[in-house]
């Protein structure tokens, strides 16, 4: 069974401090998308990715995929209250079909 | 144009009534995935529809649960005889094939009193 896990499940920093989550599976993945959801809302698509060791960046937001292509992270450089949410990576089922996996999702809170 | 709409946006209901839950997603998305998220949780699979194929049910936690799409346009889920562990919010999504971005509706949030 394919799975995306996600850590740490939860963070909680001071505004100004960096962080890093990840998202990690034993199965490869011809892309992972990351979304963030805020409270009382649906998740909001931040970034896809898909070449294997690919970096985009997004403001303060830096995404990377693992080179084996079966892991991802998400760099926040001066965390912002603004961030606070809950990160979720997903990706493009091995199956036949299509589906999207999701992984449990970090939860951040960032500490003004 | 319009995002993803679902309907209604809260609903408290009585154990063992039915309840129904629509979702309208955006006009042309083939694909539609419902989501159940209790509080403070990810996001559990429920179904998902992808044009005219068989839906993959495997997501539904029980026969209580279903759900229907006419087309590639709104879709219903319904709970019969509601327990107070369906209590969460339901979140339905679509995207325009395959990978493609999801877009997700506000959900709806059930309570099962």
């Known amino acids: 069974t394919q799975l995306l896990e996600q850590s740490p499940q939860f963070l909680s920093i001071q505004e100004g401090e960096n962080l890093t989550v990840y998202c990690n599976s034993s199965s490869v993945f011809s892309s992972l998308q990351w979304y963030r959801q805020e409270p009382g809302e649906g998740p909001v698509l931040l970034v896809t990715v898909v070449t294997g060791g690919e970096v985009k960046k997004l403001k303060r937001l830096t995404f990377q995929f693992g080179d084996a292509r079966k892991d991802s992270s998400l760099h926040i450089t001066a965390a912002q209250p603004g961030d606070t949410g809950l990160y979720l990576c997903a990706g493009p089922s091995l199956n036949r079909d299509d589906k999207i996996i999701f992984g449990k999702g970090t939860r951040l809170h960032i500490l003004p | 144009g319009a995002g993803v709409s679902q309907s209604p946006s809260n609903k408290v209901t009585e154990k063992g009534k039915d309840v129904e839950l629509r979702c309208d997603p955006i006009s042309g998305h083939t694909a539609l995935y419902w989501y159940r998220q209790r509080l403070g949780q990810g996001l559990e699979f429920l179904i998902y529809f992808q044009g005219n194929s068989a839906p993959d049910k495997s997501g539904l936690p029980s026969d209580r649960f279903s759900a229907e799409r006419t087309g590639e346009s709104v879709s219903t889920l319904t709970i019969q005889r509601t327990q107070q562990e369906d209590s969460a919010v339901y979140l339905c999504?679509?995207?325009?094939?395959?990978?493609?971005?999801?877009?997700f509706g506000p959900g709806t949030r059930l309570t099962v009193l």
């Open positions: 999504a679509s995207s325009f094939y395959r990978y493609n971005e999801q877009f």
